[in-house]
């Protein structure tokens, strides 16, 4: 089992920063990749930001710009800073990992953290 814990959230004005950070536990040989995924009232489930072990990041592109992923070989952690951030960022954001949790098995999984709420008022 993987077990992941977020932090970070929070209260902030439009144009401020938070950070977000969340760090992957339990039975992982290997981490492949973490990101976050956001979702708001009455919409899906979207992709944010996601960073691989060999670096490579991704971002949609509401967030380009504003939003830096790192992390992952740091103690199987990824933070996220997120800048100038807007009343549309408002959304429950959601921690994930997928991992190789054992030597015997190139089998990937991923898990999800509980998810930390940033509400960013206008």
């Known amino acids: 089992q993987v077990q992941l814990v977020e932090s970070g959230g929070g209260l902030v004005q439009a144009g401020g920063s938070l950070r977000l950070s969340c760090v992957a536990s339990?039975?992982?040989?290997?981490?492949?990749?973490m990101g976050w995924y956001r979702q708001a009232p009455g919409k899906q489930r979207e992709l944010v930001a996601s960073?691989?072990?060999?670096?490579?990041?991704n971002y949609a592109d509401a967030v380009k710009g504003r939003f830096t992923i790192s992390g992952v070989n740091d103690k199987n952690t990824v933070y996220l800073q997120m800048n100038s951030l807007k009343p549309e960022d408002t959304a429950v954001y959601y921690c994930?990992?997928?991992?190789?949790?054992?030597?015997?098995?190139?089998?990937?999984?991923?898990?999800w953290g509980q998810g930390t709420q940033v509400t960013v008022s206008s």
């Open positions: 339990g039975s992982i040989f290997s981490v492949n990749a």
């Open positions: 960073v691989t072990s060999g670096g490579s990041t």
């Open positions: 994930y990992a997928d991992t190789r949790q054992s030597l015997m098995s190139y089998r990937i999984t991923r898990a």
